[in-house]
Each structure stands twice: as C-alpha cells, then as structure tokens.
DNA sequence: CGGTATCCAAAGTGATACTG
DNA sequence: CAGTATCACTTTGGATACCG
C-alpha cells in the first residue's frame, strides 16, 4: 500500500492508537505541520482504506470520534516498534 | 523522521536488507514505480541519514554498491513485520 | 553503469470562507 | 466543532536526456 508512505499516515495511526478514539481536533493538535485540509484527506484516506473508523454525533457542537479499526489496531502494532524507535533516535541527534 | 514517510523509503531499506549488498540498478529494477532521480535522491536521503552506505568502485563500467548501515539494519528489522502484513493485506483485495 | 541536470506534473500547505 | 471548498504558492516526484 503506497499509503503508508504518504505524509502523516504513520503518525496518524499511531496517534490514533494510543487515544483509542479520538476527535478531528485532537489529532491535529499532535500534528503542527499538518494542515486542515490534508489530514482531512488522510482521515478519508484511511477511512476509505478500512485502516481507521469515524463515528458521527449528531450533538450540537458537532462531535466526530475517529478510532482503529481490526485492521488498524494489526497495523499500529506492528508500526509500534519502527516508530519507537525512529522517536528515541531523533532525539540522540537533537 | 519525517524521510520514513517519503516514497519508496520503506521499500528501499527493505530492498537493501535483504539482498545485503546491492547496486543502483538492481535496487531500481525492484522498483518499477520510482524514476531514476527520485530513487538517487532518497539513496543521497538514506546515505545522509546513517541508514545506508555507499561503496563506490573506481571501475569501468563503473559498480557502486549499497548496504545498510547498523542503524538501517536495527529499521529494517522493525520494519519487517509491517512490510509484510501491508503485502499480504494487498493480496487480498486484488 | 550510475548517476546529475532539467523541466514539468502532482501532492501538500496556508489562509480564509462557509456549512451543519 | 468538524469539517469541505477554493486558490495561490511551495515542495515532491516523474520523465527524459545527457555526462563521467
């Protein structure tokens, strides 16, 4: 899947992983560099892959609850161990 | 490291660890969707970051060789596992 | 053979506006 | 709040050709 090597994707999963559920907003507090726009697009992306789950809430304010699916859970397990260790060996070099 | 989200990244450290050593072309053939430049940067990218090596040989025609380095080795062995369930996840839906 | 140089298309960004 | 839409702009990646 050339969708893994899309920008933020790793991240999202993972982040996503850790939260359980999470909302639209709390993801991307996580990621600065990420504009509305693309991780929109990534979310769909995701959803469209079968990787990630949206959960709709008809309340006002509006709440929308993202969270892994089987797949995605499979997925962020096995990432755990690449992205732990791509996190400890950025801050040697900082 | 945002490079772990750039194109053909994953793949090429792959590509590398499992052949041990291996030259531009080869490395190229098993990637029929990357074009010459775009696999020279990220090998410039990988060299760069510690993660492969580059050997090159004063001969003609001329041989350079790839390998990955202990850092790329360490990625590579956590990247093994989310490598292959992508594989196999996309077999099953072709 | 193993690239670099060049040029062009596509992906991503930022800002802002608008909707349910 | 959680987006979608748009647009101008920057960054990446692709195609091709040429050089040592």
Redesign the interface.
């Known amino acids: ?2 969708l ?8 999202i999963v993972c982040i996503v992983g850790v939260h359980g559920t999470v909302r639209f907003g709390e993801i991307e507090s996580h990621l600065p560099g990420a504009s509305t726009s693309t991780l929109s697009t990534r979310l769909e992306e995701l959803v469209d892959a079968g990787l990630v789950e949206r959960e709709r809430y008809a309340e006002i304010p509006p709440r929308v609850e993202y969270e892994l699916s089987a ?1 995605g859970e ?2 962020a397990t ?2 755990e ?2 992205v732990e ?2 996190a400890e ?2 801050e040697m070099s900082t």
Chains 1, 2 share one sequence.
């Not at 893994?4 to 991240?11: A, I, N, P, Q, S």
Request: aromatic fraction near 10%; glycine fraction near 10%; charge should be neutral.
């Open positions: 899947m050339g893994l090597g899309r920008k933020y994707v790793m991240e797949d499979e997925l096995r990432l161990p690449v260790w791509v060996r950025e």
